[in-house]
């Protein structure tokens, strides 16, 4: 058994972890707060811009947009959306084995190629897919300290232009979805081109149905680059609540860990001392026995 200067000493460091994880785990929460906020604040306008962008569904695929075109699939862009910092569970891990996979899989002939860019947002997924011999394009760690929808929409719009010019054939976006402070979502989706689905009356979807001004190619041509710059935006935010939830929730296991080990060192502490004070008295009776004979 350790002596107990040791013991003392451990429970001097765990108590001090249990003060830090505490600590993170509060900044995690008011950090996931406002990040919330944020989401709840954007959802009023995601949902009327969706709703305007369902209702001429059919008129989009009337047009020859380049981001509605579908193309055979010869180069892709995978943007990886992770963390700056760690102690959050296997939230990067996840993310970096999940665009691991689309790489190895899914677009396996386009990487052997030398067809396939990868764009990180967040350090962790980079340090990650570097260490398995991956090449980054590039690392963005500015996107997570404060999002905005200024600093998203300049970095999505030249990979837009990418795409328009045919630079890429598919963009792919590997983030989480937030569901709450326990549970996130892994998800990877295909950013370009954008998916519309067919509307399910066609007889009924037609152009007397609505009235539009300006014109229905103008409409569209706006709409669709606002509704990918601000999906695009709202994935981020998704991914950056995920993150302190996963964080606030491993640094939660951690302090409950921190006093379950101190529970059990205080224990051993005690036992410790009560035996070397036993062992002290024993010695003072048997010298006071071999004084008395």
């Known amino acids: 058994m350790a ?17 830090i994880t505490g600590a993170m785990k ?10 919330q906020d944020a989401i709840i604040m954007m959802k009023p306008y995601c ?22 075109e579908k193309r055979p699939v010869n180069s892709v862009l995978i943007i990886l ?36 860019e990868i764009i990180c947002i967040g350090k962790k997924g980079a340090d990650y897919l570097r260490l398995k011999g991956y090449n980054i ?10 999002p905005s929808p200024d600093k998203t929409f300049s970095f999505i719009e030249p990979i837009m232009r990418k795409f328009e010019n045919r630079e890429f054939d598919r963009v792919v976006v590997v983030c989480n979805k937030f569901k709450n402070a326990a549970v996130q979502r892994l998800v990877s989706e295909t950013f370009l081109p954008i998916n519309i689905d067919p509307p399910e009356d066609v007889e009924n979807n037609n152009d007397n149905e609505y009235i539009l001004e300006p014109s229905k190619d103008y409409l569209v041509q706006s709409l669709i680059p606002l509704v990918l710059k601000t999906k695009f935006y ?27 080990l101190t ?14 004070i036993t062992n002290e008295l024993i010695e003072i009776v048997s010298g006071a026995d071999a004084l008395n004979k």
């Open 47 to 68: 949902d009327e811009l969706m709703e305007i962008f369902d209702r001429i569904g059919g008129y989009v695929l009337q047009t020859n947009n380049p981001f509605t």
């Open 81 to 116: 959306v992770t963390s700056n910092r760690g102690l959050c569970g296997s939230f990067n891990l996840n993310s970096a084995k999940r665009a691991i996979e689309l790489i190895n899989k899914e677009f396996s002939k386009q990487h052997k190629s030398g067809n396939t």
């Open 3 to 19: 002596n107990l200067k040791e013991i003392r000493t451990r429970i001097s460091t765990v108590i001090s972890t249990r003060q």
């Open 137 to 146: 394009k590039s690392v963005n760690q500015e996107l997570l300290e404060k």
């Open 234 to 260: 709202s994935a981020l935010l998704n991914s950056s609540a995920s993150e302190h939830g996963a964080r606030m929730t491993a640094m939660h296991k951690a302090s409950d860990n921190a006093d379950k």
């Open 26 to 35: 509060m900044v995690s929460a008011a950090k996931l707060r406002r990040v």
């Open 263 to 276: 529970r059990e060192l205080k224990l051993n502490y005690n036992k410790a001392r009560q035996s070397h």
